[in-house]
């Protein structure tokens, strides 16, 4: 995405638009997509408490991120930013979902820990 912006727009059909076409487009592609690399750790997140049987937990973390962290900042940001405001509202809402999943993650880890504690003092 980063490396290579023009050639993969190139395959929805921006090769025989105008540069401010393609320029524009790269400038979408660069921002919508530049915290893509936390989004990765955010649907890891949804799959360890699944795996976790914390169903809820996984499902809320999603919500929050797809509705209303994705479509409240989509309305919210152009408000204040006009049309880059819709470009940001993904990484907004990538960053602040990240921030709540590492938070869940420590606090799952640290709930795991005391249950494995108590399991090795009851023997």
């Not at 105008?18 to 592609?29: D, L, Q, R, W």
Request: proline share 2%; with cysteine; aromatic share 14%.
């Amino acid at each position: 995405m980063e490396l290579f912006p023009r050639q993969l727009i190139g395959i929805f059909g921006a090769a025989n638009e105008s540069i401010y076409y393609t320029e524009y487009a790269v400038k979408c592609f660069r921002v919508y997509l530049c915290m893509a690399v936390l989004a990765t750790v955010n649907k890891g997140t949804f799959i360890y408490l699944q795996s976790l049987g914390k169903a809820f937990a996984s499902t809320a973390i999603s919500m929050v991120r797809e509705i209303l962290f994705g479509v409240g900042f989509a309305l919210l940001l152009p408000l204040f930013f006009g049309l880059d405001g819709v470009l940001y509202s993904m990484p907004v809402s990538d960053l602040l979902t990240f921030v709540i999943c590492v938070i869940v993650i420590r606090y799952t880890g640290q709930t795991l820990g005391r249950c494995g504690n108590e399991a090795g003092r009851s023997r």
